[in-house]
């Protein structure tokens, strides 16, 4: 599959046949032998940024080598819709072919200790709590950095509108106002 694109961190300091064995070992390249001897050969073995990065595997060696020269650190973007289903923004982050889906399920899963789920019942969902925004990632962010990310874009909006204490007047808690927003979306 060419859309896959495999993350590998190189860390600052790494050797050239150090970063060759990462990329083999992460399935970037075939072989960490000819990594080293293209890197040795165009005079690039001591350029190697260290970076996030994401590669497909399909590139060429040079072609990676080129990517971790220049430090091109790659981002992807993130777009949840507003009012959209919780299993709709699952789909959305497993289609980016980062991660697993029991790394996504993990996270969903997962209790946040947040203001915004202050009146989230423990065995409700985070249906409602993904705030419909896009946002860019850089290729170091977890599932649940992501997540968070929104979790914050909601709670600035949440905290801009005074929407706390307009629920309140409503007679609702925040959870019974998200709730009671999105089956209105």
Not at 86 to 104: E, P
Not at 141 to 156: D, K, N, P
Not at 157 to 166: E, M, R, S, T, Y
Request: net charge negative; hydrophobic share 40%.
């Amino acid at each position: 599959d060419t859309a896959k694109h495999v993350m590998v961190l190189i860390k600052s300091g790494m050797t050239p046949s150090e970063i060759g064995a990462l990329l083999e070992k992460s399935g970037v390249i075939r072989s960490q032998l000819a990594f080293g001897v293209y890197a040795k050969l165009s005079g690039t073995e001591n350029k190697l940024k260290a970076g996030s990065y994401s590669f497909q595997p399909s590139l060429s060696t040079p072609a990676i080598v080129d990517h971790i020269v220049a430090g091109k650190q790659d981002t992807f973007n993130v777009t949840f819709l507003p009012g959209d289903t919780l299993a709709n923004n699952r789909k959305k982050l497993l289609d980016l072919g980062l991660f697993s889906a029991a790394d996504i399920d993990a996270a969903l899963a997962k209790s946040y200790d947040r203001s915004l789920f202050a009146t989230k019942p423990t065995d409700a969902d985070l249906e409602g709590y993904l705030y419909g925004e896009t946002i860019e990632f850089d290729s170091s962010a977890t599932v649940e950095s992501i997540l968070g990310r929104f979790f914050t874009e909601y709670e600035t909006v949440i905290a801009d509108n005074n929407l706390v204490a307009g629920f309140q007047k409503q007679g609702l808690s925040l959870f019974e106002g998200i709730t009671l927003a999105s089956i209105v979306q």
